[in-house]
């Protein structure tokens, strides 16, 4: 077996084994196999194709390439990702929400870059909060209190490291079974037997249209139970940023807020939904019997409970949580009003996130700083009829020239018409 002879395999569209790929991904980790041969090997694949078993050994060896978290000693272990949205902060209510009800939650998250915020960036905005978490630690709190939330450990699936960085810069990031085993390899190594997957369709999310992201659900779903893990996709709409509340502590106050029962809405909506699959994945319960379940444990309070037993474990101080006022807000405000009357006809979700990134919300380079106060908060959504003069936005920053600067980027993303837009549901679809 020689990367020559596979390449060519590759270059001309024959199925490569499972030992081919798991070779492929042993060189390329430890370096014996060149960037421009690797280079070589993701174009062949992104032109030609891989049908399912070639996309599962790809998944698996990626996933098997560092570290993995053995979960076996855990029963009903559940994981959720997001392929990534604007004031997408579910993971603090599905999360504790499902491990109220039963479910072992121990995950893994990353940090925000560009338009997408981060899970980790949003739960330390609570002071004191740790995600850093070493192995002892982690399983201790997951044992202790049945879910632990921490950051992603550096040798967790390297492969994905290195290949990632090189589709970059080959132009073979857009191929859906790349795509694929990319997310998939991280949440098989994470450990979880259930694996609930929301992908994001619309203006801000990275497939735009809801055909592309049915293909990449489908395919994550097969991959994830052909690797033997319970495995289901979410559909839901990106167009207009979910919730009302951009930015790291604002999201955590929107999502506490829901958790105490008193924000209903697209929010709670696909919350409830991911959640409800944890559990009927995780218990083989009826999928209409664990949507009641999860509304209990919001309604009882028992999932804002968990969710502060959550932040406890890691450190952080709960007064914040039973106090949201507390959470850091920028100083510098500037509102956003409407220039005419009419209805909200569109928000350009991705235009919203680079407006709240630029306020400080989020990163443009992984170095960059996070101001935790920085952020949007929308007193209007697609659909509503305002008049000129009213307020749109309010828009949270610490320094007035980056307020200004996102004060421009929103302005461009809110389109207001005579005519009142066709209502979207959240939740577009379930694989």
Not at 122 to 142: I, Q, Y
């Amino acid at each position: 077996m020689t990367v020559y002879d596979i390449l060519s395999k590759k270059r001309d569209g024959k199925k490569i084994t499972d030992e081919e790929i798991k070779y492929m991904i042993t060189g390329i980790c430890d370096g014996s196999i060149a960037d421009y041969q690797a280079s070589a090997f993701l174009m062949a694949c992104f032109i030609q194709g891989l049908d399912e078993e070639e996309t599962v050994s790809l998944t698996k060896a990626m996933a098997y390439s560092g570290d993995t978290i053995d979960l076996s000693a855990f029963s009903h272990t559940a994981d959720k990702h997001s392929t990534g949205g604007v004031g997408d902060k579910t993971t603090f209510i599905a999360a504790p929400a499902a491990a109220a009800c039963g479910c072992t939650v121990a995950k893994m998250s990353g940090r925000g870059l560009g338009h997408t915020g981060g899970t980790i960036d949003k739960m330390e905005s609570v002071p004191g909060t740790r995600t850093s978490l070493d192995n002892s630690e982690f399983f201790a709190n997951v044992k202790k209190h049945g879910i632990a939330l921490a950051g992603q450990t550096g040798n967790l699936v390297p492969a994905d490291k290195k290949l990632y960085a090189l589709r970059d810069v080959t132009a073979t990031v857009n191929s859906l079974p790349l795509i694929a085993s990319s997310i998939m390899s991280k949440k098989l190594a994470a450990g979880a037997q259930t694996i609930v997957l929301d992908v994001k369709t619309g203006s801000g999310a990275f497939m735009k249209t809801f055909e592309d992201s049915k293909a990449l659900a489908e395919m994550m779903t097969k991959i994830g139970n052909m690797a033997g893990r319970n495995t289901r996709a979410v559909i839901s709409n990106m167009d207009e940023p979910l919730g009302r509340y951009i930015g790291n502590s604002l999201e955590v106050i929107e999502a506490v807020e829901v958790l105490k029962g008193n924000v209903k809405g697209a929010l709670y909506d696909i919350s409830v939904c991911l959640a409800a699959n944890m559990v009927s994945l995780s218990f083989g319960t009826e999928y209409g019997d664990s949507v009641k379940i999860i509304e209990k444990a919001i309604s009882s309070g028992k999932a804002y409970e968990k969710f502060a037993e959550l932040i406890a474990s890691q450190g952080g101080d709960i007064s914040y949580l039973d106090n949201t006022d507390k959470l850091r807000r920028s100083p510098v405000i500037k509102v956003v009003t409407a220039n005419r009357d009419g209805y909200i006809f569109s928000m350009d979700c991705e235009k919203v996130g680079m407006s709240a990134c630029e306020l400080g919300a989020g990163r443009k380079k992984k170095e960059d700083n996070i101001d935790f106060g920085a952020g949007i908060v929308l007193c209007a959504k697609v659909g509503d009829k305002v008049h000129k003069g009213d307020e749109i936005a309010y828009l949270y920053s610490s320094e007035e020239n980056k307020a200004i600067e996102g004060e421009k980027i929103f302005g461009s993303a809110v389109r207001i018409s005579d005519i009142a837009p066709e209502k979207k549901d959240i939740i577009l679809d379930i694989i």
